[in-house]
């Protein structure tokens, strides 16, 4: 079992930026695949960015590339989501996610879920 712990969202005008950090509980944190994911109101959960167990190999959504970035501290047991120039189509609840296999962009591939944490940029 892994537990996923969010934080960081928040209130920005557009074009600010946010860091949104996701702690993971268990001794093997460097084994995982790490996403970000994001659902607006009325909308299906979307991919936004992936990272490899070593940081090697990494995706983004298109919608984010430029913008977003994924990293991840094993040492501290922690996904980080830096987001710059934020507009507000990024508006949404974000997640971040275990995945034990490969990096992906499909969400059913992963196996763990953090509860999410707002984020909400106004225009």
């Known amino acids: 079992q892994v537990q996923l712990v969010e934080s960081g969202g928040g209130l920005v005008q557009a074009g600010g930026s946010l860091r949104l950090s996701c702690a993971a509980s268990?001794?093997?944190?460097?084994?995982?695949?790490l996403g970000w994911f994001r659902q607006a109101p009325g909308k299906e959960r979307e991919f936004v960015a992936a990272?490899?167990?070593?940081?090697?190999?990494?995706l983004y959504a298109d919608s984010v590339k430029g913008r977003f970035t994924i990293s991840r501290d094993n040492a501290k047991n922690t996904v980080y989501l830096q987001m710059n120039s934020l507009k507000p189509e990024d508006t949404a609840v974000y997640y971040c996610?275990?995945?034990?296999?490969?990096?992906?962009?499909?969400?059913?591939?992963?196996?763990?879920w953090g509860q999410g944490t707002q984020v909400t940029v106004s225009s």
């Open positions: 268990g001794r093997i944190f460097s084994r995982y695949v």
């Open positions: 996610a275990v995945n034990i296999g490969a990096v992906t962009t499909e969400s059913s591939r992963y196996d763990y």
């Open positions: 990272i490899s167990r070593s940081g090697s190999n990494i």
